[in-house]
């Protein structure tokens, strides 16, 4: 109750942000794959890649040094941006690939767009989904699993079932999961995919250098190119801003904007090949960065940037196979200055960059240490368009629209989750941050060789699971597991109390 009664008295000094009879504002969320923290100019004065459009934001923003996804894989992480709930809950491991379902947000469940949506707002997803769906075959019974045969059985008659279109957004321009990596290469429109696959993806011809692996042989649409995906969810997103803004000028609209940069494989589209001097998965990232300015730059031209919240972010850490690459040949470590990578519990897994700007609203040029999850972008934007959340909906989402107006002089967060694709968990409570659980809860260090030469020496290698104070050891190098018994005891039975109870917000 304590923590619940500082939320609000800090949000009594938000109020001037919404304004009695001020119009709502645009909401415009720009979600990276596998961008790491280090893979940004702001973030990394040692960053190899130009991030101009990205730095720019930050200097007429906010940047959150403290900022974390839900997850250190994808599909849990969009699940959670989306509800507000950390994905641990489903009991759900991995990521889909292909026709894989069914969608893992229930009907019944509140989600961000669908709130927003009640709210007056049009909203529009263009990119990635990967939060699963359902195909059906030719007999109509679904189709839930991943792989090549079960693509093969797609009937792309039929409407897909469980998909951004069911779950709280007006439009969808886009693909089941990773773009570029999984076995179906098609866009769907809606609930439909106009141009059905017709054929195996040939990888003899695409492009090969070390961060071009990552693609599945799967079933590939004649529309369908996968070096131009990006290209292809950046003109839908333009074209849905500037129809919008003509059409309905006064209706405010919520784009999530979600690429395929940076994932692997690093394809960046042509006119971008060759643009830095880090390589293939340089020029991607570079890619991301203009798609970023791209965005900005037309809601200046439209005359809507003044009333636009804009949240630049990314779903978890970088690949492990581009940090090491990347590191080796340029100098440039996307995981700086963090130990672990995508899919570790360690802070290089989950810590990632956010920028948010707000003209009017969000002081230029501010920086925050204040700790935050993706999971606040609901309760934050409930706070904003003045929707009371219901008991069953974000059970996991924080009010950081203090933080957003510089007027938090306190922790917002007191305790923060985090979990991997294992669903191994881990807590933080300030500086303290708890691992129930030995190891990195992802990567095998043990089994590859390139990681197994980067394991730190374990300092308590009979501890279940390990401790660590951030402020003093932010490289998480030392496990303070038997020296504060009494942190651990502590934190171990918050995250069971999390679990147990459904949720770790606060209830109103």
Partial sequence: MKSFRRTILLFAGCLPLLAAGAPPPNILLILADDLGYGDVGCYNPECKVPTPHLDRLAREGLLFTDAHSPSTVCTPTRYSILTGRMAFRLDYRGVFTGAGGPCLITKDRLTLPGMLREKGYETALFGKWHVGMTFFD???????????????????????????????????????????????????????????PTRQVDKASLPKHEWSFDCRPGMVAPDFDLEEVDNVFLGKSLAFLDAHVKSKPDKPFFLFHSLQAVHLPSFPGREFQGRTKAGPHGDFIFQFDHVVGALTRKLEDLGVAGNTLVIVTSDNGPEVGTVLNMREKYKHDGARPWRGMKRDNWEGGHRVPLVARWPGKIKAGATTDQVTCLTDLMATCAAIVGYDLPADA???????????????????????????????????????????????????????????????????????????????????????????????????????????????????
């Fill in 394 to 508: 974000a059970e996991d989402s924080i009010d950081i629209l203090p933080v957003l107006a510089g007027e938090a002089t306190e922790p917002v967060r007191e305790f923060t989750l985090h979990q991997t694709w294992t669903l191994a968990l881990a807590i933080r409570k300030g500086d303290w941050k708890y691992l129930d659980h030995k190891g990195s809860g992802g990567n095998n260090y043990e089994r590859n060789k390139k990681l197994k030469a980067l394991a730190l020496p374990e300092s308590a290698p009979d501890a279940p699971g390990q401790l660590y104070n951030l402020a003093r050891d932010p490289g998480e190098t030392t496990n303070l597991y038997h020296r504060r018994p009494e942190i651990v005891k502590e934190l171990k039975a918050k995250l069971e109390e999390f679990k147990s109870s459904g949720r770790s917000a606060p209830r109103g």
């Fill in 138 to 196: 030719e007999d109509g019974k679904p189709i839930h699993r991943d792989g090549l045969d079960p693509v093969k059985r797609i009937d792309y008659t039929r409407a897909i079932d469980g998909g951004p279109v069911d779950r709280g957004f007006d439009h969808f321009f886009g693909t089941a999961c990773c773009p570029t990596t999984d076995w179906l290469y098609a866009f769907i429109d809606g609930d439909r995919v106009p141009v059905p």
